[in-house]
């Protein structure tokens, strides 16, 4: 049995599309559609007792792409080539 878990955003009000492998064979399927939550707000209630005031913090921090931490390792690399003034 082939198993597909995909989460897909919602084109439409009424409209999902999900795109199938191409080795997946079957003519007949079956879906199941759960909505989902944001995963931090999901994991927070039970991890509550284990964590750091730091660790909720980053927790609810917005993630940056590889591209945007790319980005930023650029900029931080070009303002590292500027000459140093003396004291």
Do not use: C, H, Y
């Amino acid at each position: 049995m082939n198993a597909i878990r995909k989460i897909i955003q919602r084109q439409g009000r009424n409209t999902i599309t999900v795109e199938l492998p191409e080795d997946f064979e079957a003519e007949t399927i079956e879906m199941i559609l759960l909505p989902v939550e944001d995963p931090v707000k999901e994991a927070l209630p039970e991890l509550e007792g284990n964590l750091t005031e730091l660790q909720k913090l980053l927790l609810k921090a917005p993630s940056m792409t590889v591209e945007e931490m790319n980005e930023i390792e650029e900029k931080r690399n070009a303002l590292n080539q500027w000459p140093k003034k003396s004291a």
